[in-house]
């Protein structure tokens, strides 16, 4: 797989959102004095003194002020608008790619992913491995035929959340870890609530105990592709662009992939595994598992909460993952590598926009405020 040249890569056109016109603004008030009928003089009306003012016009500081506020009223409407307009702003291009037929039939699914983990009880930063609570992936989709703009990811309500119990990433073939979806359908103020954010509650025995926020590790682009008899998970970092201590403590490489197997919720989990119940498949989901145990993952498996799940490591990369398929190379289709390589470029062009720092970029495409979170760990 060729590597990309991002130097090379051409910059994407920020798009720009028009915002309409503001409406006109509402005159002065008109100020109308009844006249007092009752003993008026029946002698001719005295002529009006130069100082009077006609009472069906404003006067000229009546006409300066409601000028004031006409404008006022519009600067903050087109404010308005264009905060509305960046807030439903998304850089994801659907259909985008000029041939959508090209795309790879290999893969099922692809987006962008992130890496997080939470420390253990009273612990905010932790200084080892052994001082996490849990790992996380986070996987919030797009259309296969999708391209990437500028700005940030966008909320479509469609983000999965999954728990890693081991802490770390598989490695090897001999690493087979089984993890489950804790969130599917997610819309990003529900991760903030239910998942970014810290915690303290009051326990009979210990008093106050905090959860601590969760720490983003890494952010890319990923592709769930199917080879044949096995389904793969396969990643490109886009942040932090060199790995740190943190990174590789977790298992994470600039490039990896995963062997990853749906667990059949009818045959009971492994005694160790810290496992929640079972996920709550329609029929037409469970008859696809026949008598099997585990079958290759399908991208709807992970649209139930609590579906769980194999990962098994790669140790050879994304090479089998992105291996190209004899069908899509008779049909002149893009190689599953190029187009993740294509995907992870336009990523890393549109985060350089978002902020200076990785966390800000990560928080921006959340849309919570990266102060208020702790910062992307490289370091124990």
Same mark, same amino acid.
């Given at each position: ?9 051409k ?18 008030s ?12 029946e002698?001719?009306? $005295? ?40 807030d439903?702003?998304? $850089? ?58 500028s ?25 087979r ?12 103020q529900?991760?903030?609530d239910?998942?970014?954010t ?57 490039k ?9 919720? /009818? ?45 098994v ?7 089998? $993952?992105?291996?190209? /398929?004899?069908?899509?190379e008779?049909?002149?289709?893009e ?15 549109r985060?350089?926009g ?18 208020d ?8």
């Amino acid at each position: 797989m060729a590597p990309t040249t991002r130097e090379a890569s051409k910059k994407e056109e920020k798009a720009t959102d028009a915002a309409p016109p503001a409406s006109e603004a509402e005159p002065g008030s008109k100020h109308r004095v009844d006249p007092d009928t009752e003993g008026a003089s029946e002698s001719p009306k $005295a002529k009006r003194t130069k100082t009077e003012t006609t009472d069906d016009k404003p006067t000229k500081k009546e006409a300066v002020e409601a000028k004031d506020v006409g404008a006022e009223a519009e600067k903050t409407e087109v404010q308005d608008n264009k905060k509305a307009a960046q807030d439903d702003k998304s $850089a994801v291009e659907p259909h985008g790619r000029e041939d959508s037929e090209a795309v790879p039939s290999s893969i099922l699914e692809k987006g962008i992913i992130y890496f997080f983990f939470r420390g253990r009880v009273n612990i905010d930063e932790p200084s080892a491995v052994n001082e996490i609570a849990r790992s996380y992936i986070l996987l919030r989709p797009i259309e296969k035929d999708a391209k990437l703009g500028s700005g940030p990811i966008g909320d479509a309500g469609n983000s999965r959340l999954c728990a890693i119990p081991k802490k770390t990433l598989p490695q090897t073939g001999k690493d087979r870890w089984i993890s489950f979806v804790e969130k599917t359908g997610a819309s990003f103020q529900q991760l903030k609530d239910e998942f970014l954010t810290s915690n303290d509650y009051e326990t009979k025995t210990a008093g106050t105990r905090h959860t601590p926020a969760a720490t983003p590790i890494a952010e890319g682009v990923y592709a769930i592709t199917s080879t044949g008899s096995d389904s793969h998970l396969a990643y490109i970092l886009t942040l932090p662009e060199e790995l740190g201590e943190v990174q590789k403590e977790i298992g994470l490489k600039p490039k990896g992939s995963f062997i990853i197997s749906t667990k059949n919720p /009818q045959y009971p989990p492994p005694n160790n595994a810290r496992l929640p119940k079972g996920p709550e498949y329609p029929e037409e989901v469970l008859k696809e598992f026949r008598s099997l145990r585990w079958m290759s993952t399908l991208p709807k498996h992970l649209d139930y909460v609590n579906t769980q799940f194999l990962l098994v490591g790669e140790s050879s990369g994304v090479e089998k $993952a992105l291996e190209p /398929q004899k069908a899509d190379e008779k049909e002149n289709k893009e190689e599953p590598a190029e187009e993740l390589e294509k995907l992870e470029e336009e990523d890393f062009q549109r985060l350089k926009g978002l902020s200076d720092d990785d966390s800000g970029r990560i928080f921006a495409d959340l849309k919570v405020n990266a102060d208020d979170y702790p910062k992307l760990q490289t370091t124990f």
